[in-house]
């Protein structure tokens, strides 16, 4: 069975200052990894993926993780965070078929 | 163009109520999931219809009924809720081969 830990609930943070949302994930067969966003009462937003190749992966708002087989981690980073960045933030694992499976959520807010 | 759409927005529903969710998609996808989110956690896989047949059933009560009528379309339809299930219903489609699922911004359902 797979699953999934982001190691924090919350992380202030403040504005233009870096940021790392930790997951770490179990699995006894290959992955693949996402993180998405999950602004206030909207619906979730895929950040980035990784599904194979390259294990530093860019994706959207200037957000970039890095896969680590050998520690089991999807780190998401980003350099400079703004106001707009606060929201909730999902690592998700799947081995595939279909099944998602989630962290409990880190929920970043980002002050000025 | 990666949109899923959900309607309605918000459901307000009595427990003796039938109403139904509607959820839409046109990127050619051909696997489409419901998932259920309580406030403050990740999603709840509740269904998934791959080329429109019911694949999976994460052991949902029966007052909970999915349809695929056709590969753009997704219902769930609703009877005879419990106060509990108010939540956020999220729909999410995925391509074919592709683990990558692109969610919809939900239906924010109220039962009283």
């Known amino acids: 069975a797979q699953s999934v830990t982001q190691l924090d609930s919350q992380v202030p943070v403040f504005e233009e200052a870096p940021v790392e949302l930790r997951c770490n994930y179990s699995?006894?067969?290959?992955?693949?990894l996402f993180w998405y966003v999950q602004y206030p009462n909207q619906g979730l937003q895929l950040l980035l993926k990784y599904l194979s190749g390259s294990t530093l992966v860019k994706g959207i708002n200037g957000f970039e993780a890095e896969f680590n087989k050998s520690q089991t981690s999807f780190h998401l980073r980003k350099p400079s965070v703004h106001i707009s960045d606060t929201a909730e933030y999902f690592c998700a694992v799947t081995p595939g078929g279909g099944k998602l499976i989630f962290g409990q959520g880190t929920e970043l807010s980002v002050k000025p | 163009d990666t949109e899923v759409t959900q309607t309605p927005k918000h459901l307000v529903m009595g427990m003796t109520n039938k109403k139904s969710l509607k959820c839409e998609q046109h990127m050619g996808h051909r696997a489409m999931y419901w998932y259920k989110q309580k406030a403050k956690k990740p999603p709840e896989l509740m269904f998934v219809?791959?080329?429109?047949?019911?694949?999976i059933n994460e052991s949902v009560p029966s007052r909970f009924s999915p349809e695929c009528p056709n590969s753009s379309l997704l219902n769930l339809h609703l009877h005879a809720l419990q106060p509990e299930d108010s939540a956020l219903y999220l729909c999410?489609?995925?391509?074919?081969?592709?683990?990558?699922?692109?969610f919809g911004p939900g239906t924010r359902l109220l039962v009283l």
């Open positions: 219809y791959s080329y429109e047949k019911l694949s």
């Open positions: 699995s006894s067969v290959s992955v693949y």
């Open positions: 999410a489609s995925s391509d074919r081969g592709s683990e990558t699922q692109y």
